[in-house]
């Protein structure tokens, strides 16, 4: 894979998962297979943290090295896959949105069931590493500057005090970012950012623009195998691509006729 590495983003993993979540859910079985695939074929997952640590400062990574990431902090993660991942011994990596676990800074916004306050510590004590997936999960991109700190400090703080360390790193919500996001997470304190994508992941992106692979409902088992190991990913995921170029164009026009709609609001008063 010439030192390409990939990234693999789940979400939900559920046996009968809320409609919003189906589509990127994994069911238990399906995601033991997975990783009984990865542990036979070789593979030796890292976590974010390490990758990251390895591509700055020139340390060498595992033979085979995969990432093993969670977005939002589904409950099953704790309930599913921590026993298939402890039975491996892989580590892994969860983003959090912290306004939507279950807790005092619970928004009621989440999409199905999520992670309480403790069952998240106890998946750092079982050597997940946790990161930061913004507060609310909104489009960080579409966001003013005082609400995209609010919703990048935020999570980092209220990570910091319930977990007892600084999250090192931060998925963005829906994998949307911009330049300006980028520097806002990185002066935030975060060491490295995770995008979408769909692609493997490559020193040559950059420490806040690393790409993952969507892994879903309708991932079957040969079809992961050629994902993990790199084969046809741009063939299988062309239509996506296209579409979320289209659709980024979209989205830079609506922010610029945002900004220009608030310029000119601010010249009449």
Request: proline share 6%; net charge positive; hydrophobic share 40%.
């Amino acid at each position: 894979m010439s030192g390409r590495v990939p990234i693999l983003m789940y979400h939900a993993v559920a046996y009968a998962p809320a409609r919003a979540t189906r589509a990127l859910s994994v069911s238990p079985p399906a995601f033991a297979a997975q990783m009984d695939l990865l542990g036979a074929r070789g593979f030796t997952p890292v976590t974010c943290e390490r990758l990251a640590a390895a591509w700055r400062g020139g340390a060498a990574l595992p033979e085979r090295p995969v990432l093993i990431t969670f977005d939002d902090g589904y409950e099953g993660v704790h309930r599913y896959a921590l026993p298939s991942l402890a039975s491996h011994g892989f580590p892994a990596t969860l983003f959090a949105t912290t306004g939507w676990l279950r807790g005092p800074y619970d928004t009621g916004r989440a999409l199905d069931l999520m992670l309480d306050w403790d069952q998240l510590r106890a998946l750092a004590a079982a050597g997940l590493e946790i990161g930061g997936h913004s507060h609310t999960h909104p489009q960080l991109d579409q966001l003013d500057d005082e609400r995209l700190w609010f919703e990048v400090l935020r999570c980092r703080e209220i990570l910091t005090d319930e977990l007892g360390r600084p999250p090192v790193s931060f998925a963005y919500p829906y994998g949307y970012s911009s330049r300006r996001v980028r520097r806002t997470v990185r002066a935030a304190g975060f060491g490295v950012g995770l995008a979408v994508g769909n692609d493997l992941a490559a020193r040559g992106q950059g420490p806040y623009a690393l790409r993952r692979v969507t892994i879903g409902r309708a991932t079957r088992i040969a079809e992961f195998e050629r994902l993990v190991t790199g084969q046809a990913v741009g063939r299988h995921f062309a239509r996506d691509r296209a579409l979320t170029k289209g659709y980024a164009l979209i989205r830079r026009s609506r922010r610029l006729s945002r900004q220009l709609s608030r310029q000119a609001w601010g010249k009449v008063r």
